[in-house]
């Protein structure tokens, strides 16, 4: 069965740094979406992708988040300066549609748990 | 927007009794609600979903309804068993997906 496919699975980084989280989303799949989850807490949206451009982001997602979808199978959630509130860990979605109930099933990454030191 | 409140945060069963985990949302063009099953350290993963024009939905010991007048929607598992202790989120949806703030089960063999 396809699966969406996160990497790495951990990344470590300096308050400050920039970090760029990787995904591939399963290959018939049109419509990208990045989640956060704080531990211990309710999974959170922050954005969603389609046709090479935003479709829509949570006010969590701020002028330090980016995503890209730089070739034809990846795409990628860029924090600029992690700040250790933006430890979390990071799930990316896809799904075949959005809009068409029959195809808007979310299939979730492994995720990527990001620590802020 | 949309907010989705999920009841209770915690729940405790004995092996082979029920389980019910209750959502309610606010948001009535709410048209799509998930539940996701998330096993510790590990990624959300869908178990059942229900369509705003249909009032429940039944897969194995599974079940959604779902009251749109009132705006909720729950989780019914029966004949627990220890392999269906994880956290579950409910959510709701129109055009972002909003999680509900997860329900931690323990079956108790």
């Known amino acids: 069965e396809p699966e969406v496919t996160q990497t790495p699975s951990h990344q470590v980084t300096q308050m400050g740094q920039e970090v760029i989280l990787r995904c591939v989303p399963i290959s018939n799949h049109l419509y990208f979406y990045w989640y956060r989850q704080i531990l211990g807490q309710k999974v959170e949206f922050l954005v969603s992708?389609?046709?090479?451009?935003?479709?829509?982001k949570s006010e969590i997602f701020d002028d330090q988040f980016s995503v890209e979808r730089p070739d034809g199978s990846n795409f990628t959630l860029k924090i600029r300066s992690t700040k250790l509130e933006d430890s979390a860990m990071y799930f990316c979605a896809s799904s075949r549609s959005h809009r068409d109930l029959a195809k808007n099933i979310q299939y979730f990454g492994a995720g990527t748990r990001l620590s802020v030191l | 927007g949309e907010n989705v409140e999920q009841h209770p945060s915690t729940l405790s069963v004995q092996e082979g009794d029920s389980a019910v985990i209750k959502c309610t949302y606010s948001d009535s063009a709410s048209n799509y609600f998930p539940w996701y099953k998330q096993e510790l350290g590990k990624r959300p993963q869908l178990i059942i979903d229900i369509r705003s024009n249909v009032g429940e939905k039944k897969d194995q010991r599974i079940a959604v309804t779902l009251n749109k007048t009132a705006k909720h929607f729950s989780l019914h598992i029966t004949e627990t068993q220890p392999e269906d202790s994880a956290v579950y989120f409910c959510?709701?949806?129109?055009?972002?997906?909003?999680f509900g703030t997860g329900t931690s089960l323990t079956v108790i063999p």
């Open positions: 992708f389609y046709n090479n451009e935003i479709s829509e």
């Open positions: 959510a709701a949806r129109f055009n972002q997906f909003y």
